[in-house]
């Protein structure tokens, strides 16, 4: 697809924002880098009218816009500016994608995986102004929609509903697609310290709210985890440490779901269909028997 410029806002000019460079272009947004008012910026640009697509860009500048009223935890871009309706202008973060596809084929190295997940939980613990955030997804709807599309057996959605009707954990706050593309990886060496000190910035909040505790462990679990044993060995580290293994089933189970369906309805001669589906299945399979295992066991 051409990366060129749609029709921006004729206003562009006036508010101070120039355009240098775009990064990328899908159906959905464009992203390029420029300046605002003299400051390096990353400039989103939402191209499609959809309105499930614009409810999305105006949730990410209703996130934007709490991280300004309260401090996150974590390392987040500062909103600029934008013109509330399709514009977004933001900090310049000089930092690099943990990797460009959904499923990196490079596995992490012990920094990177712990600057992911000391990003992550940070988040999740963040005692947020919840009023602001709400539930993402309903979990039973989606149960009952991935079994009438196939992907779940009855005895699957069973032992879901199981262990949804027992589940009480609270609603905590996740960044909702924290996909690879959507983790910065900055590494930044200090004048006490030899070793270049890596963290990460998350990028794309279209998708956050209040899920069942572990959504986005569940993610990383399935995408980052396929190539980075150690990332996985650290989440189930965690998810026992919290006591969240029956939310974090949960998730795991509305996360690999979805991945089948979104490969499935690839082309078959797709190459991500091709490498990622036999992952994706592979995961599922041992998902599926500890969601078994766990609407199994006693409550106690």
């Not at 924002?17 to 300046?35: F, H, N, P």
């Not at 989606?142 to 699957?156: D, M, S």
């Not at 990028?203 to 709210?209: H, S």
């Not at 006591?243 to 795991?252: C, K, P, Q, V």
Request: proline fraction near 6%; hydrophobic fraction near 45%; glycine fraction near 4%.
């Amino acid at each position: 697809m051409s990366h060129t410029l749609p029709d921006l806002p004729t206003t562009v000019a006036t508010i101070g924002l120039t355009i240098d460079t775009v990064l990328g272009r899908t159906d959905k947004t464009l992203l390029a880098r420029g300046s605002f008012r003299g400051e390096p910026a990353a400039v989103k640009f939402l191209i499609d009218p959809d309105p499930f697509w614009a409810a999305k860009w105006r949730h990410e500048l209703d996130v934007y816009e709490v991280f300004g009223d309260t401090s996150p935890p974590v390392r987040v871009p500062r909103l600029l500016h934008t013109d509330r309706d399709r514009l977004l202008v933001l900090e310049w973060v000089d930092a690099s994608p943990l990797a460009v596809e959904r499923y990196p084929q490079r596995e992490l190295d012990t920094r990177e995986v712990d600057a992911v997940l000391d990003c992550i939980t940070a988040l999740n613990e963040w005692t947020c102004p919840a009023v602001r955030f709400s539930l993402t997804f309903d979990y039973s709807d989606r149960v009952a929609r991935y079994q009438a599309k196939g992907y779940l057996t009855e005895g699957q959605r069973e032992a879901l509903d199981s262990l949804l009707a027992r589940c009480d954990a609270p609603a905590q706050l996740n960044h909702g697609d924290p996909l690879a593309s959507n983790i910065l990886l900055n590494a930044s060496r200090s004048d006490s310290d030899d070793e270049a000190e890596t963290t990460a910035v998350l990028v794309d909040w279209e998708f956050t709210g209040l899920f069942l505790p572990g959504f986005d462990l569940a993610m990383l679990h399935t995408q980052v985890g396929a190539n980075t044993p150690l990332i996985r060995e650290r989440i189930e580290a965690i998810v026992s440490a919290t006591g969240i293994e029956a939310a974090f089933a949960l998730n795991l189970a509305v996360v690999l779901t979805r991945e089948l369906r979104l490969h499935h309805e690839l082309p078959e001669d797709d190459p991500a269909r091709t490498r990622c589906l036999p992952i994706i299945e592979a995961a599922w399979t041992s998902a599926s028997i500890r969601l078994q295992r766990l609407a199994a066991a006693r409550p106690a």
